[in-house]
T-cell receptor
Framework: DTEVTQTPKHLVMGMTNKKSLKCEQH?????MYWYKQKAKKPPELMFV???????INESVPSRFSPECPNSSLLNLHLHALQPEDSALYLC??????????????FGPGTRLTVL | GNSVTQMEGPVTLSEEAFLTINCTYT??????LFWYVQYPGEGLQLLLK?????DKGSNKGFEATYRKETTSFHLEKGSVQVSDSAVYFC??????????FGQGTRLTINP
């Protein structure tokens, strides 16, 4: 199994809603990532978890709250988002733990629309 | 920090044409280099990678060689197909975990 899965595929939410994005991998990877991709732009790193601990936060606003309940799951909790937060949110995972760069494998993404 | 610059396109070719998408990098040392592909409505797929100078990555008929003399990692394919239509991203790594992408090149192949 070399797959990263994400749910939901599409999400529409209002600015006062609270929602969560979910990501799962069963490759035994110990590093997991959230990226944000605006239309016609490259992905930008938001958060990195290594061994279930937050290791990188790229100065993301607090209305985005990541959570890593175990080594296979990664969540992104959303609250009080703005219309400009509408984007494709991509999850990725990599082997991790070596201290050296390793290949990141991406999920299909969640397309988020904030009204 | 490390960065990559790639030709933005869009690029339109006929089927069976030769493809080159240019990518150059700026980096401290010799970081790993990657090409990712994004098909319409999908996430990113790793196409190929190279981890050190003079390495050649290859997959599905695509090739790229890590050239430190020209700080380049150009993507090539000898004969493109309609199914190759997608957005291609060149990327490098900052530290051990931060992927840094180029702006992407949209490729359209006409039958």
């Amino acid at each position: 199994d070399t797959e990263v899965t994400q749910t939901p595929k599409h999400l529409v939410m209002g600015m006062t809603n609270k929602k969560s994005l979910k990501c799962e991998q069963h490759m035994g990877h110990r590093a997991m990532y959230w990226y944000k991709q605006k239309a016609k732009k490259p992905p930008e790193l938001m958060f990195v978890y290594s061994y279930e601990k937050l290791s990188i936060n790229e100065s993301v606003p607090s209305r985005f709250s990541p959570e890593c309940p175990n080594s296979s799951l990664l969540n992104l909790h959303l609250h009080a988002l703005q219309p400009e937060d509408s984007a494709l949110y991509l999850c990725a995972s990599s082997l991790g733990g070596t201290g050296r760069p390793d290949t990141q494998y991406f999920g299909p993404g969640t397309r988020l629309t904030v009204l | 920090g490390n960065s990559v610059t790639q030709m933005e396109g869009p690029v339109t070719l006929s089927e069976e044409a030769f493809l080159t998408i240019n990518c150059t990098y700026t980096a401290t040392g010799y970081p790993s280099l990657f090409w990712y592909v994004q098909y319409p409505g999908e996430g990113l797929q790793l196409l190929l990678k190279a981890t050190k100078a003079d390495d050649k990555g290859s997959n599905k008929g695509f090739e790229a060689t890590y050239r430190k003399e020209t700080t380049s990692f150009h993507l090539e394919k000898g004969s493109v197909q309609v199914s190759d239509s997608a957005v291609y991203f060149c990327a490098t790594i900052q530290g051990a975990q931060k992927l840094v992408f180029g702006q992407g090149t949209r490729l359209t192949i006409n039958p």
